[in-house]
């Protein structure tokens, strides 16, 4: 496992992500009330967006975690779900969870939601839903969104919280699982 990248949030520099992009701003109910650059949304946490956190399993058992690519404009170089992304203006969780999926791992897969959780950090705030599924590849990781990936079990992946630099996002999807997992109401390996 290599060095943890020197910031969580990218310092203006260039980068592969296009800061005009829309996406639907957002109240926390989750409702739409208009739209939002990217650049815009990456510098403010009080414009609320919505995402995506697809964890991929294997039929070992163990979670895909994605390597992000060093030219991403948040958390370049950190460790995120095994897909994840932005939910872009009038898309929605499901569509863009499955547009995810094959942009970033060349995969398609059933994908069972897990709901929907707040995620909080210095540069942005966004609703991001869960989703769950079994795949065992192989995985082609796009070059420009990805620096490859690592498969992990879940004891792994839990301890990796406190060695590999982590998105918030990818963080709580984990808590979210393991509580999902302790109350009985997720089985994992899937």
Wanted: aromatic residues 6%; charged residues 20%.
């Amino acid at each position: 496992m290599s060095t943890p990248p020197s910031s969580p949030a990218s310092q203006p520099r260039p980068t592969t992500d296009n800061p005009d992009e829309l996406f639907d701003l957002v109240d926390a109910q989750d409702n739409v009330i208009g739209q939002v650059r990217r650049g815009d949304a990456h510098r403010n946490p009080a414009l609320l967006h919505r995402s995506v956190q697809i964890m991929v399993f294997d039929s070992a058992g163990r979670l895909l975690l994605q390597r992000r690519s060093s030219g991403k404009d948040l958390f370049p170089g950190y460790y995120c779900a095994s897909a994840s992304g932005h939910v872009i203006s009038g898309d929605d969780y499901l569509a863009t969870a499955q547009r995810e999926l094959t942009e970033e791992l060349g995969i398609a897969a059933p994908l069972k939601p897990l709901g929907k959780a707040l995620v909080h950090s210095e540069v942005e705030t966004e609703i991001t839903a869960l989703f769950l599924a079994q795949n065992d590849g192989p995985f082609h990781f796009d070059p420009v969104e990805t620096a490859g990936g690592e498969l992990l079990s879940w004891p792994e992946a839990l301890a990796a919280r406190a060695t590999l630099p982590m998105t918030p996002a990818l963080l709580v999807a984990l808590d979210a699982l393991e509580r999902l997992r302790v109350s009985g109401a997720l089985t994992l390996p899937l």
